[in-house]
Structure formats: C-alpha cells, structure tokens
C-alpha cells in the first residue's frame, strides 16, 4: 500500500514536472475564480463611471480611475499616453414619430448613430424603404430624392457566429448615409444591428465622406423597424424627427498604461481592450469587460510572481468607440520610439464565456498558437483559428507587419442584444465567464511570453 | 472566366456530394435558427403550466401539453406511457428565525428540500456548523444531539465545470439529514448548492433510510449561509423553523412518447428530458429547455423530411426530480416488450450553449462518436469526450448494457444560479442558445441513426 502511494507520488511529481505550463495555468485560473477583482473593477467602471463616450466627463473620469487602480497594484510603470480625440455628443433632443396617409400617428424612438450631424430643428418628409444599402441603385434616385431612406437588412439568422451576421449589414450603419446622399435623401434610419427582436435601439459609429452632403443617421430597435414595415406594405408613411447631436473641437485625451518590465529583454507583448464606451447603457460588455481582463491578467500575473521575459504592457485605450485614435496613436507611437513589438492581444468581445483565440498572423505563427490547444482544452478553449485580432491593436501591424496579433473568441450568441444598446450594463455580465476571461487572458500572455 | 466559374461551380457540387451530412445538418440549423418553434414553446411550457412537480395539477396539465403539442406535429405515435409516481407537497407553511444570545433576531427564508418531512409545529433548537457530511464524525454526537445541524458546504469555485463543483457537495442535500440523524440531530439546515453568493434557496432530492428516524431538512440561500457562519463565529445561533410539507399516497401518472417509425428496423433510438420541475420558478432550464430540445429535434427532422433507419422516439420524462420512476419505468417496459434499444441521448443541463456530448460507452462507441469531430466543429460543438449520459435514460442500460448513450453538454457556468430555484424562470433562457441547443440534438440523432 505504503508502495503505491510512493509510486503514485512519484508519478505525480514527475508528472507536475513535465507540465509546468499546465501548473501554473492552473494557478492562475485558480486565483482568477476564487480571489478575482475583475467583477468588483467592472461593477465600479460601470456604476462608479457608468457610459463614457469619447471626449465626455466620464471618459475623463474613467481615465482616472484606469490609472488609479493600475496604480493601486503596484506595476512598475503606470503612465498616461496623450492622444488627440474627436468629441461627438447626442445632445438633449432625440425625438420621432411617424404617420400614416389617414394620419395615424405613432411614436419612433431613434437614436442617433454615433458622428451623426443634427436635423437642425423639425426635419419631415416621406420614408422609403430601401432593404440594403446595395439595393440603393435598384430603388433609383426617382424614388429616393428628398424622401429619408430606411435601410432594413436584418441579422442572417443562420450564421453560428454572430458577428459575421453583424459583418454583413454594418455598412447601412457606417455607411448608409453618405450613400444615401448620393441619391439625395434627406436622412437615413437603419434598423438597429441587434440579434434579436425587441424594443432597444442600437447605436454605433458611421461617417461621412469628403463632398457629400452631410445627412442625419439614427437607428431604430427590431421592432420598431417590423412594425414600420408593416405601415410601409400598407401605404406611404412620413417622418418627423429631431436630433441635435453634433460634433465639437478636437480634444486631448489618454491611453492608460501598465508595465510589467521585461526580464530578458526590451520586447513588448501589448494586451488590452478599450476604456471608452458609446454614450447609453455602462458599456459593460463593450467594452468594460476587456478592460477588467486585461487589468486582472496583468494583476494574475504579478500576484503569481510570474518571471516574464519581455515587457508586458496592458492598454486600456482610449475612443475605439468613434475614431480608434487611441489605437493609432499608440501604433505610431511605439514606431516612432522604435519599440520592438512581437504580440499584442486584444479582448473586445464582450464578458460572456471564453472560447479561444482568433489568430492573426502567418501560417508559422498560427502553428504555434496551435500547439497550445491540448493544453488549454482543460479549460475549454478550444477555438484556434486565423481570423481578426481586435481594432485596438490592428494599427501595429502597419509598423510591425510580422508581429502576432491574438483576440479573445468569446461565445457571441448573446453579443449583439447587448452592443451599443442601453441593455449593456453590469446587470448583463456574469462572474464566473468574466473571470474566465481574465484568466483565459492571463493564460495566453503568460504562452507567449514563454514562446515567443 | 466563365471557365473558373464552371470549375468552380463543379467544384463546390462535387465537394458537397462528399459532405451530405454536413449538407443535412446545415439544414438542421437554418431552419432551428430561422423558423424555430422550441423558444416559444419553452414561453408556452413555462407560463401556461409553470413549475411542474410530480403529483401536482400542473404536472397534470403538462402531461397534456406534451401530448397536444406531439400530436399537433403529427408523428406517426404519440402516447401515454403509464408510469406510479410518489406525491410530495411544500404545503403552504414555510418560516424560519434564528436568534442569538441576546436575543437579537433575524428572518432565514428556508425552503424545504424535496421529499422532507414537516416540523409539525414549530422546531426549536441550537444550530451547530458542521462543514460538511464527513465532518459530523469530527463533530461528535455530543456536539449535535439534540440540535439542528447547518452543513455549510461551499461550491468549489476552481472547477472549470460546475456540475464538478455540484457533485462535490450534493451529499448534504441528499444525504444530509439521514447521516446527522444518526447523530440525533432534530432538523438539518444546508447551504444551497449554488454557484453565486446571492438570496435564492435551492431546493432538489433527499432520502431517509430505512430504520432511520426522519429528520425535517431546509436549504438556505448563500447570502443567509454565510450570515449565519458569521452570526456562529460570534456565540451560539438558534433557529425556530416551521414547514408542513408531506407525502400523499402514490399516483398514477405519465411519461409522454412520439415517433417516427424506423424504415430499416425496429430499433430504437430515445431522446428527451424530463417534464416534471420542482415546485418554484418555472423549471426553464431544468428542464423545460430538455423538453423543447427534444420536441423540435424531432420535429426539425420531420419537417426536413428524414428519412430515419431506426425508430425515433422522443420520449417526456416524468419525475425525474424526485424519485426517477420515469426514467426507471420506461427501462422496464423496454425490457419487458423486448424492445431493440441502441442509443438514448439526454438534455437536461440547461438552456445555454451546447458544446458537445458526453459519451457513455465502449471505447469502440467513444471513438464512433467522435469520429464527427470536424464536422461538428463548424457548428461549435467540440466535447466529445467519455461522461455521463442522464438521469431519465441511465436506467435503459441495465437491460441494455451494449447500447450507446449520449448526454448533450452544455455550458455549466451559469446553470447553477439557477437550478431549482425560484430564478429558473422563462426570461433566463436565450432563444439563440435554446435553438442551437434543439439543432445539436437533431444533428446528433441524424448521425447516430445513420451510423448506427
């Protein structure tokens, strides 16, 4: 008996001995799940700060609180980056209603999309209904001109991935308007890019292009678009609405920065997620969550003692949201200081259940990722695949064309009834998958570090 | 190009030919995720009956319901199996109290377990902490008798699966009462075997033994556990505590059966859930998602027009939750009709995300099933790995110790805020993770009837 268990022992031993990653994985999801903060730091960047939109109060205090708590764990540097931003605001009127040719009313609640110009008082006029932005030429500008265009593509229903469904029809968001100028319409109202059917409006970010007239763009829930629908088979239907949201000067702004200095050598591995949020709901999942992974990973790794080789810098960037300066600026920031960077990681899918690592970079680097896919199964991650890293960290590769970008695959079915939506608040976030992701985070930078 | 586009053309024919089943199972889910039906079932199963415990009239009513709703899909059979049920009641009193030594006093919202006795008037008594059934030895009977044992033992937070976490404790549920009897114990009150720290009590089954004095049991939220440890840690607690639940003579009652009569043979491939609940919240996810799942399974390979080789029987299991003579009876009349059973696929693990099966089998089975990996893959299905099937179909294997059986797995981390609670309600379940779940149990049925 006393035999075996010496055996045993011995197995175990070598065994733990063998699996030194695997080891100290372990410990890392261990402390993310019994001891983790990144729930409490969500809780507090959504209820302490609550939305914050590039270039509003929020933003800036919620730059404070990014520096302040990376300060609070004792990194070794903790540091603001200046960055120059644009400042969009919603404004105080947001306000719709349609009718009908017998003049039956019924209230539409629009939002406006995010770098939408204002309506400038009362803007009127007829809808039509226009089912993607593609189908513009078929409708023609007869039909189009001075009347306000609604683009209707819902979400393909059948894509298991729902941000490919989200992929296919984000261009009636971003770019319907200038479009839609084209043709002369007055302005735009998209049927909200949400997965399901309900009454929340879903904003986001669109723009316009240099010599085209500048039109209103605002967003309407699932079921508002249904129902305008339904008017439209029966009838002409007309619009009133006002919005007077606009844009203000450039401002200044920060990137919020923590190291963990490298013990072997200068290069970085720059992980993170973006610290500014639309302006409606607490932009829990987008993208509060990525910034709580990232803080708690930096944190995990350091609480473990964990020796790193290259510097591990985690970014909490600035207006991802209506701009991605932060992420550009960081870009040629580091090229300009000729920093060598080799990875960066990107967490900006929201707080649900981790799933893997999408995988940006060339077959030989994708391999190696691969390799680790046993290793993480234990902890269901299982998804290593080439795909996109994240709109944070893209910009690098401009400047460092062989690093490897990685970003955190996330379960995406409930994604989009959340995202941009006054939904996305700490309510929708559960612990235990946010933790996960901390720790799936922290997993993978420690990979890496030791890889790389 | 003409030319590359016939090759093309070519191409994706003949490559489709190669891949009928990932062809099929494509349509599985176009028409689960387009034009289900299960996530307003669940509504109907939820809001019309509600919480649905053995012997209950609402039990009754969703025997009728099953039954309706198979017909109204029109499979070949659709019938009541006859099955002898045991009838416990909450009954309508349940309070507790507890005080300290200076007579300060707090409200404990007990709830009792499944199967206890009452109090028969109000229960008096000290409460001892014993942290956990295999504690009551080191605690010693001179410690307990006479007194109301707390067995407080926590979720063990690490596990990456929490039905891990879940096993690790239950005994107290289950167990609980009969081993702190023996200690001469008058009541027991447990911790809830919950994942969250929140104020929902948990119910589930316990048993008495034969020659052992019943003792009445109670859970506690999580909330109020770790406020009674802290009132302990401070002097003696006493708790007042009164239920009137109670057993009524066995029922008669149903398990509910469809078909689609096998081409080939007369074998028989069963899939299901269980329709019976507990007494509170609405029994969504444990088990009215089974419940659908099972239901649009069959009725997403009728509508596809599967032409099936074995017999497919979708079967609702009746009380599953406290005692399993479902799950038994159908095992028995099996046998006793010397039906050909080959395989039996389960779902009752909630709701959320499916990602894979649980394999309960030989190697030779293990490794069949997992022959269809890759093509699950693409569906997000990715555990296929040797485990337990389900409580309902276990017993099948008794007489069939040569079939298959699959338990669908599905992602654990929120399950247990939920379960046998008051929160296990409609509004918890996502319609796009309930269909994916209805998909994964057709597609596997398709594989399994095809390969087998």
Partial sequence: MKKIFSLTLLFLTLHSFANPDSLFIRKIYDEALVSGQCYENLRSLCKDIGARITGSAEAKMAIKWGHDLLESYGFDNVYLQEIKVPHWERGTTEAGWIMNESGKLSKLNILALGGSVGTEGLLEGEIVLVESVSDLEKVGKENIKGKIVFFNKPFDQTQINTFKAYGACVDQRWDGATKAALYEAKAVIIRSLAQSTDDHAHTGSMHYEEGVIQIPAAAISTVDADKLTEWLSKGKVFVKMEMD????????????????????????????????????????????????????????????????????????????????????????IASENKEQHICAIESDRGGFLPIGFDIQGTPAQVEMVQQFRDLLFDFELYKFEPGYSGVDIRPLMQHYPDMLQLGMVINSQEYFDYHHAETD????????????????????????????
Same sequence: chains 1, 2.
């Fill in 245 to 332: 949201c606009r844009y203000y000067a450039d401002e200044i702004s920060y990137n919020v920065i923590a190291e963990m200095t490298g013990h072997e050598d200068d290069k970085i591995i720059t992980f993170g997620g973006h610290l500014d949020s639309w302006d409606i709901g607490e932009g829990a999942h987008d993208d509060g969550a990525g910034i709580v992974h990232s803080i708690e990973a930096i944190r995990l790794l350091k609480k473990l003692n964990y020796y790193n080789n290259h510097t591990l810098r985690c970014v909490l960037f600035m207006n991802e949201e209506n701009g991605n300066f932060g992420g550009k600026s960081y870009a040629e």
């Fill in 425 to 452: 608040v700490f309510e929708s976030v559960n612990k235990r998958e946010l933790e996960l992701g901390s720790a799936a985070m922290a997993a993978i930078i420690y990979l890496m570090d030791k890889t790389l």
